[in-house]
């Protein structure tokens, strides 16, 4: 298979694939890996070149088994620091709350890893290519042509080359990039959300004692909430998520607006105290949409290829890989079984929809003066801190019977939300308020 495509290269002829996956991060390498080993041709093209930096370095206990079905296990215990738990901080409460993963309706899942996302995305994409999938990198996607037998893909390499695929399936897991999503008008922003983020990494910062050093802290503020992430080489990856507005009114650079950002958050500045900015501070906006279709003829979305809402809860890693483990049985099916592709696309469709909603419902509130009572002070009447710790650990797919108990926390919240009415819709219309887009919205964060 892989001489028959450098030939073809080579000779400067479309190659042919039987899958064409766009986009070598955690849901296109996934997704290349296993069809490969089922035997079918699979070309990845990613436009970058690994190692290459990536935010969303937090893990949760719902990946450790998807990397042993891959092979990878090992490996990414190799480079991951520890997470046990998410701590979360308040300035609105007299004290910090830590949820520990072991304390979740599935006690079999008691912890995750924090990673450098340069060093897990190489694990994944050389694992890809280990399993027979032909990688390209530094190769840019430019056009999809769709044809009744598949499609004709054009791509550009980093030293001008314009090469051609012709492909029987298009897997688009192209991340934020949404290739397919923007080209076919699919995308569109998540109108129940709208955040912006900046981040970067520090050395130095103080971490929580013993085992929950690895733990994530999540930092609510004024404006937003901040993430703190450590890392097994040292450094700290601390990001800021915000409103709109609150980007819209930066003035200077952005360095110094992030540092400035950082001393609203005392609790946060004070883990900061010693430590020292190590990377460029990076922004980026329009952070929530979502893609009107998972699939059609010919092609479909993994990832964040789909859709993103917010990283609050570090889900972007966990349902990349899900999506790809059913996007590759949905796509084998429908290869050697046609006439069973359309139920096999219902099924995909039904999961690439579950896990986004299932966080959005706590996402679209975790700002909430309601919902951070909840969270910092958790009740375990009808286990429904064991269903919460559910949700935090990504344990969304499987058989656990967290759903009454999920159901019984969202009573909980709706009567507690009736019960300060008052002040609940005064966070209603403060919400409806922030999340507006803004003129220059885009240019505000750069």
């Not at 530094?138 to 390499?157: I, K, L, N, T, Y």
């Not at 029987?168 to 397919?180: H, K, N, W």
């Not at 930092?219 to 097994?232: C, D, N, Q, Y």
Request: hydrophobic share 40%; glycine share 8%.
């Amino acid at each position: 298979m892989q001489t028959q495509a450098k030939f073809e290269r080579d000779q400067g002829l479309a190659q042919h694939c039987d899958v064409l996956v766009i986009g070598g991060g955690p849901a296109g390498s996934t997704a290349a890996a296993l069809l490969a080993q089922r035997g079918h041709r699979v070309t990845l093209l990613e436009k970058a070149r690994h190692p290459r930096f990536h935010i969303g370095e937090s893990l949760l206990p719902a990946n450790l088994p998807l990397f042993e079905r891959l092979g990878v296990g090992e490996q990414v215990r190799a480079i991951g620091m520890e997470k046990w738990g998410a701590e979360f901080v308040s300035p609105w409460h007299g004290h910090t709350q830590t949820f520990e993963f072991a304390d979740a309706w599935d006690k079999s899942m008691p912890f995750a890893y924090q990673v450098r996302r340069s060093e897990l995305d190489e694990i994944l994409i050389r694992n890809a290519s280990a399993k027979g999938a032909d990688v390209v990198e530094g190769c840019r996607v430019q056009e999809v042509v769709f044809q009744p037998d598949g499609a004709r893909v054009s791509a550009r390499r980093d030293d001008g080359r314009v090469e051609v695929w012709q492909a029987r399936y298009v897997i688009d897991a192209s991340g934020r990039d949404t290739f397919l999503g923007n080209r076919m008008r699919l995308k569109h922003r998540n109108p129940r959300h709208n955040s912006s983020a900046m981040y970067g990494h520090f050395e130095g910062a103080h971490r929580l004692p013993g085992q929950a050093e690895g733990n994530i802290s999540i930092f609510w503020f004024e404006h937003g909430w901040f993430w703190f992430i450590p890392l097994a080489d040292g450094a700290t990856s601390v990001g800021a998520v915000s409103w709109p507005y609150y980007f819209k009114g930066r003035e200077g650079p952005m360095e110094t607006f992030f540092l400035d950002t950082i001393a609203l958050c005392p609790a946060l500045a004070e883990r900061l105290k010693d430590a020292r900015l190590v990377t460029k501070v990076e922004a980026t906006g329009n952070y929530s949409y979502v893609s009107d279709r998972t699939h059609g003829p010919g092609y479909l979305l993994l990832g964040d290829a789909f859709a993103f809402i917010d990283p609050v809860f570090s889900s972007g890693v966990m349902l990349a890989m899900v999506s790809a483990f059913a996007g590759a049985e949905a796509v084998d099916t429908s290869l050697r079984e046609p006439k069973h592709s359309a139920r096999a696309m219902r099924r995909f469709d039904r999961l690439m929809r579950h896990g986004p909603r299932e966080f959005s419902w706590f996402i679209y509130r975790v700002t909430n003066p309601t919902m951070r009572d909840l969270f910092m002070g958790p009740r375990n009447l009808l286990r429904m801190k064991e269903a919460l710790l559910s949700v935090l650990a990504g344990d969304l797919y499987g058989k656990t019977p967290i759903w009454g108990s999920l159901l019984a926390f969202k009573a909980v919240y709706y009567l507690s939300s009736l019960r300060h009415l008052h002040r609940s819709v005064l966070a209603w219309q403060r919400r409806r308020r922030n999340i507006r887009v803004l003129d220059g919205q885009e240019t505000a964060v750069n």
